[in-house]
Nanobody, 126 residues
Framework: QVQLKESGGGLVQAGGSLRLSCAASGRTFSGYTMGWFRQATEKEREFVAAISWSGGITKYADSGKGRFTISRDNAKNTVYLQMNSLKPEDTAVYYC???????????????????WGQGTQVIVSL
């Protein structure tokens, strides 16, 4: 069992930045690909970014390329999402998720991720 807890969400003006954190506890953090997903009101959950357990492979949704950076600190069992140049359309609940992926394939499909946090709200105002 892996427990995930997100933090760092909040209200920010367009063009601003936020850094989301996701702290993992329970089983060892290694071997898990970590992903960030988001869900806006009345929309389906969508992939944002993911990182392999080694940190060597990262993937991003087109919406976040060049603006978002995913990283992880395995010593702290924490994964981060740095979000810059935020836009109102980035407003959503952001979820952290974990996928046991020792081969480092890094899938972007939410159904592959077994463990999920409760989410943190991000609101980007004009």
């Amino acid at each position: 069992q892996v427990q995930l807890k997100e933090s760092g969400g909040g209200l920010v003006q367009a063009g601003g930045s936020l850094r989301l954190s996701c702290a993992a506890s329970g089983r060892t953090f290694s071997g898990y690909t970590m992903g960030w997903f988001r869900q806006a009101t009345e929309k389906e959950r969508e992939f944002v970014a993911a990182i392999s357990w080694s940190g060597g492979i990262t993937k991003y949704a087109d919406s976040g390329k060049g603006r978002f950076t995913i990283s992880r600190d395995n010593a702290k069992n924490t994964v981060y999402l740095q979000m810059n140049s935020l836009k109102p359309e980035d407003t959503a609940v952001y979820y952290c998720a974990a996928d046991l992926d020792p081969l480092g394939i890094v899938v972007v499909t939410s159904s592959n991720y077994r463990y999920w946090g409760q989410g943190t709200q991000v609101i980007v105002s004009l």
